[in-house]
């Protein structure tokens, strides 16, 4: 990262978390014999996007004591990481 940059190192490393997420709902998908169609993979994929947000808000806010409006405005705009 120090010879990159930030921005460029959490950039480059997308692919790679991509195809570890990918990989991961596979597994779990198969390991808990989560429906097979498109509908109920949407809807469980929809669910997971919404556990994992309210998460990230909750620890956000809750435990790092900052508003909502102050950790989004932390957020790089391309990769959407920081804080």
């Given amino acids: 990262m120090p010879r990159l ?3 460029l190192a959490e950039l480059a490393a997308t692919p790679f978390m991509f195809v570890a997420i ?3 709902a596979r597994f779990i998908a198969w390991r808990f014999a ?3 169609g498109a509908r109920g993979r949407l809807v469980d994929g929809a ?3 919404l ?3 309210s998460a990230q808000l909750l620890l956000a806010v809750v435990l790092q004591a900052r508003p909502l409006g102050e950790y989004s405005a932390s957020r ?3 990769s959407g ?3």
């Fill in 5 to 7: 940059g930030a921005r």
């Fill in 22 to 24: 990918v990989l991961s």
């Fill in 34 to 36: 989560l429906a097979s």
């Fill in 47 to 49: 669910l997971a996007l």
């Fill in 51 to 53: 556990l994992l947000v």
């Fill in 76 to 78: 790089d705009p391309v």
């Fill in 81 to 83: 990481e920081g804080g």
